[in-house]
């Protein structure tokens, strides 16, 4: 299974799940991608890493509805400097939540909303260094903010993540543009103005690849998730939103054949 030492900076590193109900999110995600999770631990406030293959893959932690904040996943960038980042982030009209911490020698974390509402984290490694395999069965393999501020979000995250960003589609129907590090995309910006419900926000999404899509729906549905919407064939593979027990929305990535 090929893996990352670690993330270029601007891209995404980590993945961090949000859930009011902690075991049944560690038994649905363990039986739907294969992943190991460890206990929470106390002494960081209950947080839990999952491992696949025993590779770090994503983190997790209770929602005990007192932060206001629904269930979730969410996203951070890596930084070479967070405080830094953070200062970059606020110039250019981020609200930050969680100023620059240190989170013992694992490296320092910082939580904010973009311009956009969209709350995005950022992470500078230390010895955490984050996700280690990207984009095979049962690991993320796409991240994707869904925004509706559009031009807002594209001079946001070029500002923040020093990343050159490419126009993959400029239609009314349909405005998406790539961010990558004059290799492959990293992260994708959707507008999302035209269909995000009034009192949805901004939000970052995650895609999980997987080697049979339908399969592993039947799965989800099986251990108490839903199919949202698809699946849905595309240029990218084949497609399917799928929200876990506590309906939590994450998609599924079938990759195209051949």
Same mark, same amino acid.
């Given at each position: 299974?090929?893996?990352?030492?670690?993330?270029?900076?601007?891209?995404?590193?980590?993945?961090?799940?949000?859930?009011?109900?902690?075991?049944?999110?560690?038994?649905?995600?363990?039986?739907?991608?294969?992943?190991?999770?460890?206990?929470?631990?106390?002494?960081?406030?209950?947080?839990?890493?999952?491992?696949?293959?025993?590779?770090?893959?994503?983190?997790?932690?209770?929602?005990?509805?007192?932060?206001?904040?629904?269930?979730?996943?969410?996203?951070?960038?890596?930084?070479?400097?967070?405080?830094?980042?953070?200062? #970059? /982030? @606020? !110039? +250019?009209? &981020?609200?930050?939540?969680?100023?620059?911490?240190?989170?013992?020698?694992?490296? %320092?974390?910082?939580?904010?909303?973009?311009?956009?509402g969209a709350a995005?984290?950022?992470?500078?490694?230390?010895?955490?260094?984050?996700?280690?395999?990207?984009?095979?069965?049962g690991a993320p393999?796409?991240?994707?903010?869904?925004?509706?501020?559009?031009?807002?979000?594209?001079?946001?995250?070029?500002?923040?993540?020093?990343?050159?960003?490419?126009?993959?589609?400029?239609?009314?129907?349909?405005?998406?543009?790539?961010?990558?590090?004059?290799?492959?995309?990293?992260?994708?910006?959707?507008?999302?103005?035209?269909?995000?419900?009034?009192?949805?926000?901004?939000?970052?999404?995650?895609?999980?690849s997987v080697a049979?899509? #339908? /399969? @592993? !729906? +039947?799965? &989800?549905?099986?251990?108490?998730?839903?199919?949202?919407?698809?699946?849905?064939? %595309?240029?990218?593979?084949?497609?399917?939103?799928?929200?876990?027990?506590?309906?939590?929305?994450?998609?599924?990535?079938?990759?195209?054949?051949?």
């Amino acid at each position: 299974m090929p893996t990352r030492d670690e993330a270029p900076v601007g891209a995404p590193c980590w993945i961090e799940l949000f859930t009011s109900d902690v075991p049944k999110a560690r038994a649905f995600y363990a039986a739907l991608f294969g992943w190991e999770s460890e206990e929470p631990k106390a002494e960081f406030g209950g947080y839990f890493n999952s491992t696949l293959d025993g590779v770090l893959v994503a983190g997790g932690m209770g929602n005990d509805g007192s932060a206001g904040t629904p269930d979730g996943w969410s996203v951070y960038l890596a930084t070479a400097d967070a405080e830094a980042t953070a200062a #970059a /982030a @606020t !110039a +250019a009209g &981020a609200t930050v939540f969680v100023p620059p911490m240190a989170v013992m020698d694992l490296g %320092t974390m910082s939580v904010m909303a973009d311009p956009g509402g969209a709350a995005i984290g950022t992470w500078q490694p230390g010895t955490h260094k984050g996700f280690g395999v990207l984009a095979e069965p049962g690991a993320p393999s796409w991240f994707e903010l869904l925004t509706k501020d559009y031009e807002g979000a594209l001079a946001f995250y070029a500002t923040v993540t020093g990343l050159h960003a490419e126009t993959a589609s400029d239609t009314p129907e349909f405005r998406y543009t790539t961010f990558d590090d004059g290799g492959e995309p990293l992260f994708g910006i959707m507008d999302a103005a035209g269909f995000l419900p009034e009192g949805v926000p901004s939000h970052w999404s995650v895609y999980f690849s997987v080697a049979d899509g #339908a /399969a @592993t !729906a +039947a799965k &989800a549905v099986e251990l108490g998730g839903t199919i949202v919407q698809g699946p849905d064939e %595309t240029p990218y593979g084949q497609l399917t939103s799928i929200a876990d027990p506590t309906g939590v929305v994450f998609k599924l990535q079938q990759p195209p054949a051949g």
